[in-house]
C-alpha cells in the first residue's frame, strides 16, 4: 500500500480560494535544437498547495521545473513569485529568492562532510573563517528534524544513496522556501522514508509553502496532493482537484487517447540471439541494493523486444548491463547465439556483435566530429589495411547509409553536433549498421526527438527486424515501445511484473503494469 498522509482539506480550500498565487507562469515557451519542449504554458501555484505534475517522459515536466529553478534560461514568457517578476539566472539566485530545486539524480560531493554538502555555498563563517561547530550545529538541528540519524561529521559518500538522497531533500526542506519542486524525490526511497517526506510535506504547506510535486507513481500521487495537472507534448492537457479525478481519467490523459501503431509486417521470429538468465544489478553507490533482482530474458532475431518500466524500476540498469556499460556490480548469465559470454565493457559488447544506442545522446556521439568520423567509429578496423585506413571506402560506406536513412545533412563532413536530434539517432543507427551489429539495445532512442523525426525512426527499427537483427529498447516511454515492439516485458522495483504481446499492447496496459494501479 502506499503511503499516505491525509491532507488537511480546510486548510487546502482556503489558501485555494485566497486566489494569491506563490508562483504564476504565462505563456512559457522553451525550444531546444530540433524540439519545442514547454509550448505556451501557463500555471499557478497556491500558496499551502501540492501539485502534482505528471506526464510522460519527454512531456516537458522537467524542461518546466528547472525553469522555475533558474536552470534554464531563454525561455519566452513571464514568470511572477508572490506577484513580483521572477525571472532567476541560476539555481543559486532562484534558492536565494525562495525557490529550492531537489533533482531527481542524487548530485553530492562524496568526500565532503553531510553538513558541508548541506551547507555548500552557504557555510557558517566567524571572524572570516568557516565556523564548523555552527556548521554542525545547523546541519544537526536539520536532520534531527527530519528524523534521520545520521552524523554530520560523516563523509557523504559513506552513506547509502537513500540516505543521501534524504540528506538532499532535508537540505532543501530547511531551507526558507516558498516553492519546493521535488523531481522523483522518492524513487531510491523505501515506503515508510517516503511517508515521513509526505508527512514533511505536509507540515510545509501549513506553513504556507507551494510544492511541485514530479512523479510517475500513481499511487504516491493520490496519497499526498491537492492538484493534479498533467502535461503532453510540452503543454498542459488537464488540470483536476485530486479528489474529483479517477485514476482512469489520469491514465488516458497522460497516454492521450487511442493511437494507431506503426504495422509491422508478420514475421517469425529467428533462433534466440541474446539471452540473460538471473542478472542481477547492484547500484554503484550502494553495492547492497539491488538495481536488477535476478532477472532473466530472451530475444530472437527478427524480434523487437521492449523493456518498459518507470523511472529506477530496473529496465535501463538491466539494458546497459548487457551490454556491458552499468558502472556497478552485475552477476549473472549471459549467451548469444547459444553461447555463453563474458561482457564486462562495451569493447567487448562490440567484438561480440552488439551495438548500443544511449540514452543521451552525447554519450554516444562526438559532437565535434563529422557524421562521417561518427558513422565509422565502430568500424575503423574493418577499414583498415596494413596499419592504413582506407578512406574512400569508409566514406562510400558513410554515403551509403545517410541514403538510406535519410539523414538530413549537408553532407557526411557536417559536424554531428549541427543536425537536429532525429538525425542524430540516425547517425547512431548508421554507425552499428556499417559495423553489422546483429544485436542492438537502444534506450529511450527517441528521447528529446520531434513527432515527424520519432515515425522515421521507428520505420527504421521495423526494417531492421525484417532483416533479422535483434532489437532490445528499454523505454520508459510507453508510446515508443506501443509502436514497434513484438514484446514487452514490463518492470517495476527491479524485477519482472508480467508480459505483453503486441496484441495485447497499449499505453495505458503498461502503465497500469508498471504502476501496480
Not at 557523504?156 to 531551507?175: C, E, F, N, P, Y
Not at 496532493?225 to 474529483?244: H, L, P, W
Amino acid at each position: 500500500m502506499p503511503a499516505s498522509v491525509a491532507p488537511d482539506s480546510q486548510d487546502v480550500a482556503r489558501v485555494l480560494a485566497s486566489g494569491a498565487a506563490v508562483v504564476s507562469a504565462r505563456g512559457i515557451t522553451k525550444e531546444f535544437p530540433g524540439v519545442v519542449a514547454v509550448d505556451n504554458l501557463s500555471l499557478s501555484i497556491a500558496p499551502g498547495e501540492i501539485l502534482a505534475l505528471l506526464g510522460q517522459n519527454g512531456a516537458g515536466k522537467s524542461t518546466f521545473i528547472q525553469i522555475l529553478a533558474g536552470v534554464h534560461r531563454g525561455y519566452r514568457g513571464e514568470i511572477a513569485l508572490d506577484g513580483k517578476p521572477y525571472q532567476p539566472a541560476s539555481v543559486a539566485e532562484a534558492e536565494a529568492a525562495g525557490v529550492a530545486l531537489v533533482p531527481q539524480e542524487v548530485n553530492v560531493a562524496p568526500d565532503l562532510t553531510v553538513a558541508e554538502n548541506m551547507y555548500l555555498n552557504a557555510e557558517p563563517t566567524r571572524f572570516g573563517f568557516l565556523d564548523r561547530p555552527l556548521l554542525l550545529a545547523r546541519a544537526r538541528r536539520v536532520l534531527e528534524g527530519f528524523g534521520l540519524a545520521v552524523d554530520p561529521a560523516a563523509a557523504m559518500g559513506s552513506l547509502d544513496l537513500s540516505t543521501q538522497q534524504l540528506v538532499i531533500i532535508a537540505r532543501a526542506l530547511s531551507k526558507n522556501a516558498r516553492l519546493l519542486i521535488l523531481d522523483e524525490p522518492t524513487a531510491a526511497l523505501t515506503e515508510a522514508e517516503a511517508r515521513r517526506l509526505f508527512e514533511r510535506m505536509r507540515t510545509l504547506t501549513r506553513r504556507g509553502v507551494a510544492i511541485v510535486f514530479v512523479t510517475h507513481r500513481l499511487p504516491e500521487v493520490f496519497a499526498v496532493s491537492d492538484r493534479i495537472v498533467i502535461m503532453r507534448d510540452g503543454r498542459i492537457c488537464g488540470s483536476y482537484a485530486t479528489t474529483e479525478v479517477s485514476r482512469d481519467t489520469v491514465v488516458a490523459q497522460m497516454v492521450g487517447g487511442v493511437r494507431t501503431p506503426i504495422a509491422l509486417g508478420e514475421q517469425k521470429p529467428g533462433a534466440v540471439a541474446l539471452e540473460a538468465k538471473d542478472l542481477t544489478v547492484a547500484d554503484p553507490a550502494d553495492p547492497t541494493r539491488l538495481r536488477v533482482d535476478r532477472v532473466s530474458l530472451q530475444a530472437a532475431h527478427g524480434e523487437i523486444l521492449g523493456l518498459f518500466g518507470l523511472l529506477g524500476a530496473g529496465c535501463i540498469e538491466a539494458a546497459l548491463a548487457l551490454y556491458g556499460a552499468w558502472p556497478g556490480k552485475v552477476s549473472g548469465r549471459i549467451a548469444l547465439d547459444g553461447r555463453d559470454v563474458t561482457i564486462a565493457n562495451p569493447t567487448m559488447a562490440v567484438a561480440h556483435g552488439m551495438g548500443l544506442m544511449a540514452q543521451d545522446r552525447r554519450d554516444c556521439l562526438l559532437l565535434e566530429h563529422t557524421v562521417l568520423d561518427n558513422a565509422l567509429l565502430a568500424s575503423l578496423g574493418a577499414i583498415t589495411h596494413r596499419g592504413f585506413l582506407d578512406v574512400g571506402a569508409g566514406q562510400r560506406r558513410a554515403q551509403e547509409f545517410v541514403r538510406l536513412l535519410d539523414i538530413k545533412t549537408p553532407s557526411i563532413e557536417t559536424l554531428v553536433g549541427t543536425l537536429s536530434g532525429g538525425n542524430q539517432q540516425k547517425v547512431q543507427v548508421a554507425r552499428w549498421l556499417i559495423a553489422d551489429a546483429r544485436i542492438l539495445i537502444l534506450i529511450d532512442p527517441t528521447r528529446g526527438v520531434d513527432v515527424g523525426a520519432r515515425a522515421e525512426i521507428k520505420r527504421v527499427w521495423s526494417d531492421l527486424r525484417a532483416d533479422g537483427r535483434a532489437i532490445v529498447i528499454a523505454s520508459t516511454d510507453a508510446e515508443e515501445l506501443v509502436d514497434v515492439c513484438d514484446r514487452v516485458l514490463v518492470f517495476r522495483r527491479g524485477a519482472i511484473a508480467g508480459e505483453l504481446l503486441r496484441a495485447d499492447l497499449s499505453e495505458e496496459t503498461l502503465l497500469r503494469m508498471a504502476t501496480d494501479v
